[in-house]
């Protein structure tokens, strides 16, 4: 919850503070800029300790607690950190000359056609649960009622990406090809796969939470549901993609095969191979080869080209366009973090007391049990499993799901004063394709000397793919102007509202993807656009001129029109550099992912 480093933070923001081995001399504003957040989330974090709990609701939970559950002490490494170092440094069983890697004798490799899904298959294959991934066992939880309840969809940015139901986003369509269409063409833009937590000082988090426990292992003994505490240790570590995360890269890349293979015979027709784009970022870049092992198979060696810009502080990257924003990291971005803080205090109050009670000798505080969420939510992706998960209610993990989409909507998306600025570089990029027209003016996130080459960047393909984080798939969702996403908002911190249409775990979970579906169909004129987030397909009636049509379809002209208006007001220089400052608290709001205006 805490914005950007130290105490404990939902999805990726403290990597996005400029790192300590960062090449580039950091702009002094960031510095300056950054101490003053920092200051401003120490506050909160004081008040925030020092709030008393004075009644103790009844709880179903404890009283289903297995009865006799043993007492047991912590063992003194309780809480300590595990660690496996794979592969060892210098096996001494290596002997390259006799492993070769290539022996003859392939057989036979004759190729078949490509596949097309989502043109010639009578149904979609709809993406659903998290295969090796093992759900918490609620059993002898009075409460655990449902048991269509999906534990993994209530994890913000951290929940496994799968299709969202049919109609999620206000439209009765799905992503195969409409009746008279045919496809043309399309862009996707995905996120990493499921990953350790960000790097942090300790303090904060699952780690946090394991470095607290241990320092006082001596002092408590925990029983009941929290028995298994005694002997627990942190087996995280930092940032990489998990084994999940390489399967859910490698998934989506076999799937986008399956549903758009056929896209590849343009390239073969204009004797071309694809450039698809990540970036440096350890789990970025694998992120990347798992989706091009799955796409092309192994080896793609040959078969694309993979462009890898740098994520670093002060370098143009409109997939992490944050790392040329200093607004970004401003007071003013952190509200949905102060906000999802406060939520947290009003969700996770009785869940605090029940615990409370089958731990002796350590006072648990909101922000440890919000840290047990978490590390319910890592270990599972990371380890397969994690006993944190059957400690809490669904209406607990519904909370705990919501203050991700507090935190992501304030600070990234349609809340956010530099959500929109942040995403415009990537619409640049995406209207230079869809008009194969190179980017007139580079004004934002955008790199000339990648964007202008047309080996980097090239204009003229019928299937691209960019890889990028939680944060710019936001960022370039409200840049699009896709305000239905926003029609719940502002977001309050009091309660969930009961209809909203801005959920992080169906927008921005790992490996989400989002597909720009281009089509020529014979009921409308002129090539069309349509846009499918995570299997949903999105209305497009609010970019000007967009016609309501059941399947989502607008004009090519028409959208294009759009976001060159949406290009020509948005002000990269002011939002991300300028001097603006918006009221503290709930005073100042935007639903639209915009700054306040430049003074006339
Ligand atoms: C358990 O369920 C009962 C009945 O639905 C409800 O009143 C109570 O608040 C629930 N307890 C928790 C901890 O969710
Ligand atoms: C553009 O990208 C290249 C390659 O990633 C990088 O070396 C260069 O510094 C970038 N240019 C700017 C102005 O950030
Ligand atoms: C990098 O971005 C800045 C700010 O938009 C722009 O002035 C500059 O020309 C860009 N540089 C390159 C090489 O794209
Ligand atoms: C792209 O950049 C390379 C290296 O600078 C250059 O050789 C090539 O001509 C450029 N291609 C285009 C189409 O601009
Ligand atoms: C790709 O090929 C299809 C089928 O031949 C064609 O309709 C489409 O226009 C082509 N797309 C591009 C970008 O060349
Ligand atoms: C953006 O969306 C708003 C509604 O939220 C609409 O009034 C406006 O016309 C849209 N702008 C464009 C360029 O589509
Ligand atoms: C930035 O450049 C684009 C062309 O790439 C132009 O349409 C837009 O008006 C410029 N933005 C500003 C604020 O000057
Ligand atoms: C920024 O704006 C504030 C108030 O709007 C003003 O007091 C301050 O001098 C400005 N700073 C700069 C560097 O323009």
Redesign the pocket.
């Known amino acids: 919850m805490n914005p950007y480093n130290d105490v404990k933070s939902p999805g990726e923001y403290e990597e996005l503070l400029p790192q300590p081995n960062a090449t580039l001399v950091k702009p002094s504003l960031w510095n300056q800029r950054l101490r003053i957040v920092a200051a401003f989330v120490a506050g909160i974090l004081t008040c925030f300790s020092v709030l008393s709990y004075v009644h103790q609701p009844s709880?179903?939970?404890d009283q289903a607690a297995p009865s006799g559950a043993v007492e047991l002490y912590a063992a003194p490494w309780a809480g300590s950190s595990e660690v496996h170092h794979y592969p060892p440094a210098s096996p001494t069983n290596v002997n390259p000359s006799l492993f070769p890697t290539s022996v003859g004798y392939a057989g036979t490799t004759a190729t078949g056609a490509e596949p097309a899904i989502v043109v010639t298959a009578p149904s979609y294959p709809v993406h659903t649960g998290a295969p090796n991934l093992v759900a918490p066992s609620f059993k002898g939880h009075r409460?655990h009622t449902s048991s269509k309840f999906d534990i993994f969809r209530y994890w913000g940015n951290l929940s496994p990406w799968f299709s969202v139901e049919r109609g999620a986003f206000g439209l009765d369509s799905s992503p195969e090809v409409p009746d008279t269409c045919r496809i043309t063409g399309l862009h996707l833009l995905h996120r990493h796969g499921a990953r350790y937590p960000s790097h942090s000082d300790g303090s904060s988090g699952p780690a946090g939470l394991a470095s607290r426990l241990n320092e006082h292992a001596a002092e408590w003994k925990a029983k009941g549901h929290l028995a298994f505490l005694n002997t627990w240790t942190y087996k995280l570590g930092e940032e990489l993609l998990t084994p999940f995360g390489r399967q859910q890269l490698y998934d989506l890349g076999v799937s986008t095969r399956l549903k758009y293979g056929f896209l590849l015979k343009n390239f073969s027709e204009t004797n071309t191979i694809p450039v698809f784009r990540t970036e440096s970022q350890n789990r970025m870049l694998d992120s990347a080869l798992n989706f091009a092992i799955g796409f092309f198979g192994y080896p793609f060696e040959g078969q694309y080209q993979q462009s890898i810009t740098i994520e670093n502080t002060g370098i143009n990257n409109t997939l992490a366009p944050y790392m040329t924003c200093p607004n970004f990291y401003s007071e003013e971005n952190i509200r949905g973090f102060i906000y999802a803080r406060k939520w947290a205090e009003i969700y996770l109050e009785?869940a605090r007391h029940r615990l409370q009670k089958h731990l002796h000798g350590y006072h648990l505080t909101i922000d440890d049990i919000y840290s047990m969420q978490e590390t319910c939510a890592y270990e599972t992706v990371a380890i397969g499993y994690s006993k944190f998960c059957e400690l809490f209610?669904e209406?607990e993990w519904e909370g705990y799901d919501y203050s991700l989409d507090l935190g992501f909507w304030y600070s990234t998306a349609w809340g956010s004063p530099v959500g929109r600025v942040l995403g415009i570089g990537y619409v640049q990029e995406l209207v230079a394709r869809l008009t194969h027209t190179p980017i007139a003016e580079h004004n934002s996130s955008t790199n000339a000397t990648l964007d202008d080459n047309a080996t980097t960047f090239p204009l003229d393909q019928s299937l691209y793919v960019d890889a990028t984080h939680e944060i710019t798939v936001l960022n370039v969702l409200t840049a699009l102007n896709l305000s239905n996403f926003a029609a719940a908002g502002p977001l309050p911190y009091t309660h969930i509202p009961r209809h909203r249409s801005f959920k992080t775990s169906h927008l921005a979970p790992f490996a989400t993807n989002v597909h720009f579906q281009l089509l020529s169909c014979a009921h409308t004129h002129g090539p069309q656009v349509r846009i499918i987030v995570n299997d949903g397909v999105v209305p497009l009636t609010s970019l000007r001129g967009c016609p309501h049509q059941p399947d989502g379809l607008c004009p090519l002209d028409t959208f294009v029109a759009a976001l060159s208006e949406i290009i020509q007001t948005t002000d990269w220089q002011w939002g991300c550099h300028g001097n603006w400052s918006v009221a503290a608290g709930d005073v100042w709001n935007t639903t639209t992912g915009s700054y306040p205006p430049r003074p006339v």
């Open positions: 709880c179903a939970i409460n009785d209610t209406e």
